[in-house]
């Protein structure tokens, strides 16, 4: 079993439409839990973290975490052609390094 | 600017060679990182740094050699026994270890074998 699983995708929304993105994770004693989004050829850039159950929203972003089903997820609302992207699901663990996930592509359709 | 620079963009590697990516920043993270991503797969850590004179390996970490002489700087050296190096290289930084530890990453440097 992988630490940090996401379906890989390609995941296609039609602009406008909220994309649900989703991750679990096998370490019980993990802490902290990242979203990175990644342009084809690009580096990471952090979209946002999240550690306490419940929901965190930054703008059309909002994480959602739930420690005892052990599952993280992004949602995008209205979402833009801009947003299409690898998205990655990043878990602090208690051997407090960082286990990524192997992404899921998101297409948003105009 | 504050940031992550890494270089060179892209690297060509012959067989049997030694080759030194750099990675360095100025944003006074006490951690620095180095990561492996190849196509369609998620990153995997090869080593880490938090504090100068100090670093572990990671998942990945045989074929490769680091040193973190300066807080600034973290380079990677890629050594003729890592015999699949063809990858996409990212060094991170992270001020605080603890929970909320952010990581950030530079542009990357994608190496090739010739």
């Known amino acids: 079993q ?8 390609p995941l296609s929304v039609p602009e406008g439409a909220i994309a649900s993105l989703n991750c679990t994770y096998s370490d019980r004693g993990s802490q902290s839990f990242f979203w990175y989004r990644q342009y ?20 059309r972003f909002t994480a959602q975490l739930n420690k005892a089903s052990q599952y993280v997820s992004l949602l995008i609302r209205d ?5 299409s992207a690898t998205y990655l699901c990043a ?5 407090r390094q960082l286990t990524f996930g192997s992404g899921t592509q998101l297409t948003v359709l105009p | ?32 990182y180095w990561y ?20 572990q390996k990671g998942d990945i970490a045989e074929g490769y050699s680091v040193s973190r002489e300066k807080k600034e700087s973290f380079p990677l050296t890629v050594t003729s026994a890592q015999k699949n190096p063809t990858a996409f290289y990212l060094c991170a ?11 950030y990453f530079g542009p990357g440097t994608r190496l090739l074998v010739l």
């Open chain 2, 1 to 32: 600017d504050g940031g992550i620079t890494q270089s060179p963009k892209y690297l060509f590697r012959k067989e049997g060679q030694n080759v030194t990516l750099s990675c360095e920043q100025n944003l006074n993270h006490d951690a620095m």
């Open chain 1, 91 to 95: 878990v602090k663990g208690s051997a």
């Open chain 2, 36 to 55: 492996r991503q190849d196509p369609g797969q998620g990153l995997r850590l090869i080593y880490y740094s938090q504090i100068v004179n100090d670093f």
């Open chain 1, 79 to 83: 979402s833009q052609p801009s947003d």
């Open chain 1, 2 to 9: 992988k630490e940090v699983e996401q379906n890989s995708g």
């Open chain 1, 40 to 59: 084809s050829g690009k580096s990471p850039e952090l979209i946002m973290f999240i550690y306490s159950n419940g929901d965190k929203e930054d703008g």
């Open chain 2, 93 to 103: 930084s992270s001020m605080t270890s603890g929970r909320l530890e952010t990581q």
